[in-house]
């Protein structure tokens, strides 16, 4: 399903809801908000990195299958009760350029436990989000977790007042490629 579908991240616990944004933004938003969906559930994901890996051990996910993930992040799952699958493990997780390694990968270099990483995590959200509040101030993604105000509300940039969804509203949760809402029944497998 994970390839088939084009998602970034299936996951089932009861339900399933598929995920299309990259990076760790969905996992850092269920974590955040519905830890409660992550306890237990199966998790399918395209690239696994440390920082991945450390949300949802956090998230006590009870499986975790990879296609692709870091030895840094196998090596933090064995800490765990997760059982990691994969397809293929690599040395650590690439930039999107592939000319370094990814930031969020970096930055979790070093710790050794779930728990140190996730202020990182934090951090590297709140800066991402920052980031791109620069140059794309109105985008929806900028108030994805109703825990996280990265840029002036659009009431304080003196914007008309709209409905910003936070990680709670399912579109955000369940969002495909074309940003229609994907919900699945508990038969399907991952």
Do not use: H, W
């Not at 994970?2 to 760790?24: A, H, M, Q």
């Not at 994901?45 to 991945?52: N, Q």
């Not at 990814?102 to 590297?124: M, T, W």
């Amino acid at each position: 399903m994970l390839r088939e579908g084009k998602y970034s991240c299936v996951i089932r616990n009861g339900e399933i809801r598929t995920f299309t944004r990259p990076g760790v933004i969905d996992a850092y938003c269920l974590l955040k908000n519905e830890p409660a969906f992550l306890k237990g559930a199966s998790v399918a994901d395209k690239v696994v990195g440390k920082g991945a890996a450390a949300l949802f051990a956090l998230g006590e996910v009870s499986e975790l299958y990879a296609d692709v993930i870091s030895t840094p992040a196998l090596d933090l799952l064995k800490k765990t009760p997760v059982k990691a699958l994969y397809r293929e493990e690599v040395p650590a997780i690439k930039n999107k350029l592939n000319t370094g390694l990814c930031p969020l990968e970096a930055k979790c270099a070093g710790k050794n436990s779930a728990a140190d990483i996730l202020p990182l995590i934090d951090d590297f959200m709140k800066e991402k989000l920052q980031n791109k509040c620069e140059s794309v101030v109105e985008k929806v993604e900028l108030q994805f977790c109703k825990d996280l105000t990265p840029c002036p509300s659009p009431k304080e940039r003196g914007a008309k007042p709209q409905q910003l969804p936070s990680c709670t509203d399912s579109p955000l949760l369940r969002r495909g490629a074309g940003g229609e809402v994907s919900t699945l029944n508990s038969q399907n497998k991952v």
